[in-house]
T-cell receptor, first 116, second 110 residues
Framework: GAVVSQHPSRVICKSGTSVKIECRSL??????MFWYRQFPKQSLMLMAT?????????EQGVEKDKFLINHASLTLSTLTVTSAHPEDSSFYIC????????????FGPGTRLLVL | QKEVEQNSGPLSVPEGAIASLNCTYS??????FFWYRQYSGKSPELIMF??SNGDKEDGRFTAQLNKASQYVSLLIRDSQPSDSATYLC??????????WGAGTKLIIKP
């Protein structure tokens, strides 16, 4: 149980295009979903916290107009990187929280984005 | 500002030995802690969580929490080369957020 999927796993795009990444909790309803990015050999960096039906809460320094988050249901959140540039190339990882008892984050497999 | 501190390592342990990973936290009121393992190029995977003082065992893994001293540790018994990874300690914050340590890189030498 507690499986989180992400799609696509890898994407290469041209500078200026937009990329959408989907995060789904497959066998549970997620109270909250999180979006992280991670550069090589660096720590996870939280980008935003997402709750179903409400606006995402972005961390300081993360542009909400560039990283659009839509949390359409208790099992689906999407991150759209708008007008992507090479500096947006990174490993994007989502997690979903399974509530009840100790709230536990389960991670998706991640999406590797390369912007040319 | 809540903080979680981990030695970045690398920590090198011979195969079959016990690997001991440590983490300290700043907020005395913190209740729940998590250990995740992250292989290079992969996303984190949950090993276990702990919220009571003392030890919690799951297979070869034992998490230890000492609230008085504000540290959390993870012991891995009978270490295997496949245990080589970065181990992340995290403190549960409000709104289900986790405050992450920087991670300790563990290398198990055959």
């Amino acid at each position: 149980g507690a499986v989180v999927s992400q799609h696509p796993s890898r994407v290469i795009c041209k500078s200026g295009t937009s990329v959408k990444i989907e995060c789904r909790s497959l066998d549970f309803q997620a109270t909250t979903m999180f979006w992280y990015r991670q550069f090589p050999k660096q720590s996870l960096m939280l980008m935003a916290t997402s709750n179903e039906g409400s606006k995402a809460t972005y961390e300081q320094g993360v542009e909400k107009d560039k990283f659009l988050i839509n949390h359409a249901s208790l099992t689906l959140s999407t991150l759209t990187v708008t007008s992507a540039h090479p500096e947006d190339s990174s490993f994007y990882i989502c997690s979903a929280t399974l509530a009840g008892g100790v709230e536990t984050q389960y991670f998706g497999p991640g999406t590797r984005l390369l912007v040319l | 500002q809540k903080e979680v501190e981990q030695n970045s390592g690398p920590l090198s342990v011979p195969e079959g030995a016990i690997a001991s990973l440590n983490c300290t936290y700043s907020d005395r009121g913190s209740q729940s802690f998590f250990w995740y393992r992250q292989y290079s190029g992969k996303s984190p995977e949950l090993i276990m969580f702990i919220y009571s003082n003392g030890d919690k065992e799951d297979g070869r893994f034992t998490a230890q929490l000492n609230k008085a001293s504000q540290y959390v540790s993870l012991l891995i018994r009978d270490s295997q080369p496949s245990d080589s990874a970065t181990y992340l300690c995290a403190d549960l914050y409000s709104n289900y957020q986790l405050i992450w340590g920087a991670g300790t890189k563990l290398i198990i030498k055959p």
